[in-house]
C-alpha cells in the first residue's frame, strides 16, 4: 500500500457516545490479535520473491491446507501476490498443496483473467493426482461467465471428461447454476431443454431454472417450468416454492406473492423460516413495513423461530425503508435473545447507521465487531469509505483505506473505485497525484479498471502539469489490456495535449473535466 499524499493532518474520530450492546463481556479485555494467516498476509505482503521463498520454507512454520487456504482468501484481492504465494509454496521441501488450494489458486488465476496460468494449475493437479474435479470446474466455468464468455463454460462443461472429470447430474446442475446466477437464463435454458433427458434433469435441475427465471423477474416462465416439472413426474419440493415466492416479491408482484403463501398454507406445505424470511425481506423492500413486521410476529405463534437471517432481513428493510434507530432496537433485542450477530448483520447496521449520517456510530459498531470476535469484511470498510467521501471527509475515507492494506482486509476493486472518484471531488492538484497512485495499484493488484477511470485520471493529470505521471498512467492502460484514446497512444500526443494545457485558449472539447478545476 503506497504512502498516500495529504494536504494537512487527518482529525482523530471524536468518541461517539452511541453504543450497542455486545454479546460477549469483553469490556475490559485487551483488543483481540489479528490471526495467523492475517499476520502470514501482510509478511508476504512485504517481502520480494527471493526473501518470499526464505519465509515460506522456514522449517519452525508448520504448513496445512487449512492455513494455506486461509491466507489465499486473506490474499485474494492481490491477485498477482497470492499466485505467488502459492507458487513459491509449492517449492517446498515437504509440503504439497491439498485440492482444495488449487481450486482457490485456480479461482484467483480466473478472476485475473490469466488463463494461461489457470491450465497450467489445472495440469499440475491432473500430474499430482489430486484433481481437477466437479468444483475446479464449477470454478472455471463462473469464471469465464464473469467474464462475459459464457460460451466457453458452456464448452467446458462439454469436454470435462477430457480433463479426466466426466459429467454427471451434479456438474449439469452446476453449470447451470453459474449460468442463471449470471442472468445468462436463455442460454441455461436451452442447454437444460437439451440434456435434460441425458442426466435425467431432477427437482435440483428443475429449481435452478425456476430461480433463473425468477432472478429476471420472468415469473411466467418460471411458472411454465414448474408445471413442466409437474408433468414429468416431479414433485415439487419447499425449495421450488420458496424460490417462487421471492421472484413474486422481486417482481414486485405483491398480491401474486401473498396468493402464492395463502395457497402454500392452504395445502399444508411445511413452511419454514425461509419462507417467513423471504416474506419478510420482501415486503419490507417494497415500502411495506408493518406487514412485514406483523409476519415476523406471526412466526412464532406459526411454530417457527426466526434465524439470524431473519433478523438481518428486518434490519435491512427498517434501515432503508423505515428509521435506523427502529433496526438499532431489533439489533439489540436480537441479541439479548441470545442470537449471535453474524458479518451480515453488522454490515446491514453499519450502512443505516452511515446512510442516516451516522458514520461515527458506523466505525464504532466496526469497533465492536471485533470485540465479538466478528470479523469486518471489505463490504463493511467500503461502505465507511463511500459515506466518509459522500460527506467530503476525504482524509478519514483514506484513513480506512490505509488499515485496510495491513493484510487483515484488503481493499478490492469497489475500494479504488470509490477513491479514485472522490480524488475529483475537491478539485486539489494533489488529490489527482493519489488518484493516479491509486489506479497503478490497483492494476498492480490485478483489477482491472474501466476505461472511463483511466482516461478520467489521465486527464486531470495532464491538466495539472503531470505528463511524466501520465505517461505512467498509459504504459498501466497498456499493460491491463484498457487501450487508451486513439490520440493518446504515442508520446508525441502527450507532448501536444500537455502544451496545449498551458494555453488560454484550451476548450473542454481538448480536455474533458475541465471544469472540475474551475
Not at 450497542?20 to 501482510?42: C, E, R
Not at 462443461?157 to 436463455?186: I, W, Y
Not at 441425458?198 to 427437482?203: G, K, L, S, V
Not at 406487514?291 to 423461530?305: N, P, Q, S, T
Request: glycine share 6%; with cysteine; charged share 25%.
Amino acid at each position: 500500500m503506497f504512502t498516500l499524499l495529504r494536504t494537512a493532518p487527518s482529525p482523530k474520530h471524536p468518541k461517539p457516545t452511541f453504543s450497542i450492546p455486545s454479546h460477549h463481556n469483553l469490556t475490559t479485555s485487551p483488543p483481540p490479535q489479528p490471526p495467523q494467516d492475517a499476520a502470514f498476509a501482510s509478511l508476504i505482503l512485504k517481502s520480494d520473491p527471493q526473501s518470499l521463498t526464505r519465509i515460506l520454507h522456514d522449517p519452525n512454520i508448520r504448513w496445512t491446507p487449512d492455513s494455506v487456504n486461509k491466507t489465499l482468501k486473506r490474499l485474494w484481492n492481490h491477485g498477482p501476490k497470492a499466485l505467488l504465494f502459492f507458487k513459491t509454496l509449492d517449492r517446498h521441501p515437504t509440503y504439497t498443496h491439498s485440492s482444495s488450494s488449487y481450486d482457490h489458486a485456480v479461482d484467483i488465476a480466473g478472476r485475473l483473467r490469466d488463463y494461461k496460468s489457470l491450465w497450467a494449475l489445472v495440469a499440475r493437479m491432473r500430474a499430482l493426482r489430486v484433481g481437477p474435479g466437479p468444483r475446479t470446474f464449477a470454478i472455471i466455468a463462473e469464471r469465464y461467465v464473469a467474464a462475459g464468455k459464457p460460451d466457453r463454460a458452456v464448452k467446458l462443461f462439454l469436454s470435462m471428461h477430457e480433463h479426466g472429470c466426466p459429467q454427471d447430474l451434479n456438474s449439469f446442475n452446476t453449470v447451470l447454476d453459474v449460468l442463471c446466477k449470471a442472468k445468462r437464463v436463455e442460454k441455461a435454458y436451452n442447454l437444460f431443454k437439451v440434456f435434460r433427458d441425458r442426466f435425467r434433469a431432477d427437482c435440483v435441475s428443475y429449481n435452478v431454472i425456476v430461480n433463473g427465471w425468477c432472478l429476471i423477474k420472468r415469473t411466467p416462465k418460471a411458472l411454465e417450468v414448474l408445471r413442466q416439472m409437474v408433468e414429468r413426474g416431479i414433485g415439487p419440493s419447499l425449495v421450488t416454492y420458496n424460490i417462487m415466492l421471492k421472484g413474486y416479491l422481486r417482481a414486485g408482484q405483491v398480491k401474486e406473492a401473498w396468493e402464492f403463501f395463502r395457497e402454500m398454507k392452504k395445502r399444508k406445505c411445511e413452511i419454514d423460516v425461509v419462507t417467513y424470511t423471504t416474506l419478510v425481506h420482501g415486503f419490507g423492500v417494497l415500502g411495506e413495513i408493518k406487514k412485514a413486521r406483523k409476519i415476523f410476529d406471526g412466526m412464532v405463534e406459526d411454530g417457527v423461530l426466526p434465524s439470524v437471517a431473519t433478523y438481518n432481513a428486518l434490519i435491512q428493510v427498517l434501515c432503508k425503508k423505515d428509521s435506523v434507530e427502529n433496526a438499532v432496537v431489533v439489533f439489540e433485542e436480537m441479541v439479548s435473545k441470545g442470537y449471535v450477530p453474524n458479518v451480515t448483520t453488522y454490515n446491514v447496521l453499519v450502512r443505516g447507521l452511515c446512510h442516516a449520517g451516522n458514520v461515527d456510530r458506523g466505525m464504532e459498531l466496526m469497533e465492536r465487531m471485533k470485540e465479538d470476535e466478528c470479523e469486518p469484511n471489505v463490504q463493511t470498510y467500503n461502505v465507511v469509505i463511500r459515506y466518509f467521501c459522500d460527506d467530503g471527509e476525504i482524509d478519514k475515507a483514506l484513513d480506512v483505506f490505509e488499515k485496510m492494506g495491513r493484510g487483515e482486509c484488503l481493499p478490492n476493486l469497489d475500494t479504488y473505485n470509490v477513491l479514485t472518484s472522490a480524488m475529483f471531488v475537491r478539485k486539489k492538484p494533489e488529490d489527482l497525484l493519489v488518484a493516479g497512485k491509486l489506479l497503478i495499484e490497483m492494476v498492480d493488484r490485478g483489477f482491472l479498471p474501466r476505461k472511463y477511470t483511466f482516461n478520467r485520471v489521465l486527464d486531470g493529470l495532464l491538466l495539472t502539469g503531470n505528463q511524466g505521471f501520465a505517461k505512467e498512467i498509459l504504459r498501466s492502460q497498456s499493460r491491463c489490456g484498457r487501450l487508451p484514446r486513439q490520440k493518446l497512444t504515442e508520446t508525441s500526443e502527450i507532448d501536444k495535449l500537455t502544451s496545449q494545457a498551458k494555453q488560454p485558449n484550451i476548450t473542454k472539447k481538448d480536455l474533458p473535466f475541465l471544469d472540475l478545476f474551475h
